[in-house]
């Protein structure tokens, strides 16, 4: 199948794909609330993931519906979706595929690799704390370079490649941190919450009651590989793209300029990819919404899912009680817009 690219797409071409994301985000909604009810800024969030063309990870307790956002959402785009539960005995081979030896016509015996549940568009990557570090590891490279290899052969991920990863809280029962080379991964870190009594008395009568219509397939392939090169092509002033990089930096201890909280309650600030994805996230964006450039505010509204994850902080503010939130709150309040 052939995509289309930054440079083979024509004005007009861009501008069908501009109208088909505007259009398409409010078909996007009217599909999930089918089975969704609320969590609007969450649904926001992993549609601006999807459009940008990256990974995203949901954090949240059991019983929120993390899976069944992800699996929702999966359903909008006419793409090869698998699930992966993750549990402590869940093997590397398990992810990626194995091999077998095989027996030929001629009786020849040769290896013959089986490809794993990680061959597909979308991977729900459930629970995906729940599974020991050497066993998370096997996503990196295919996170990174959407390639696998085993036995010394490479095997390339079929475009595009997503991977959509729920985790409950870290202070839960049975949970193993992610390292952090993995967090950095994911674009973004999306925090679902609790409902307001309204909607959750509304989910309760929703799914007691009849059941819920089935999700129709909105997007193609080649409509998702279209709308990246779109994103990419938003405008953006230099000025909101360095106020996206001292943002970043300010989350760094020890720096010229970093605010004294930062070096107070910060031991390890986000890296060189969180800039990237604030102004790449701040494009989709800015798309989904309608605006024909990036503004300032779409890199405020994405501070939090692309920091949070990326910041590690340091015993004190454990002590203190002071979370990435709050980190990322007071960086907002005083890194000045321009200089």
């Known amino acids: 199948m052939h995509f289309m690219t930054t440079d083979t797409m024509t004005h007009e071409d861009e501008a069908q794909v501009v109208e088909q994301i505007r259009d398409g985000r409010e078909r996007i909604v009217q599909e999930l609330s089918k089975v969704i009810i609320g969590q609007e800024e969450v649904i926001e969030q992993l549609l601006i993931c999807l459009f940008a063309g990256g990974h995203c990870l949901i954090t949240g307790a059991p019983g929120l519906a993390k899976t069944l956002l992800v699996s929702s959402v999966a359903k909008i785009f006419h793409l090869n979706f698998q699930r ?3 549990t402590p005995d869940l093997m590397p081979a398990d992810i990626t595929g194995t091999e077998i030896l095989e027996q030929s016509a001629d009786g020849h015996r040769q ?46 991920l079929e475009e595009p490649f997503f ?13 193993y941190p992610l390292p952090e080379a993995q967090l950095d991964r994911f674009l973004f870190n999306v925090l ?43 405008p953006i002033a ?22 004294d909280f930062v070096n107070q309650y910060a031991s390890w600030g986000a ?68 200089v």
């Open 111 to 156: 290896l013959q690799f089986v490809k794993g549940p990680i061959f597909a568009n979308v991977i729900l990557a459930d629970e995906i704390n729940r599974t020991p570090p050497k066993t998370q590891a096997a996503l990196l490279e295919a996170m990174q370079e959407h390639q696998v290899t085993a036995g010394g052969q490479r095997f390339e």
């Open 163 to 175: 991977v959509l990863a729920t985790q409950n809280p870290i202070e839960m029962e049975g949970t």
């Open 192 to 234: 679902i919450d609790y409902l307001p009594p309204k909607d959750e008395l509304a989910v309760v009568l929703q799914t007691t009651s009849t059941k819920p219509e089935p999700i129709q397939p909105i997007f193609t392939g080649e409509d998702v590989a279209r709308f990246h090169a779109a994103v990419r092509r938003v």
């Open 238 to 259: 230099e000025s909101i793209a360095a106020y996206a990089v001292r943002l970043v930096a300010a989350t760094r201890p020890g720096r010229d300029g970093t605010p």
């Open 271 to 338: 890296g060189l990819r969180a800039a990237q994805t604030l102004v790449l996230g701040a494009k989709a964006r800015a798309l989904l919404n309608g605006h024909a450039h990036v503004r300032t505010e779409d890199i405020q509204a994405l501070a939090h899912p692309t920091l949070r994850h990326r910041v590690l902080l340091s015993y004190r503010a454990e002590a203190e009680g002071f979370n990435v939130e709050n980190l990322v709150t007071r960086l907002l309040q005083e890194i000045p817009t321009e």
């Open 84 to 86: 992966i539960q993750f």
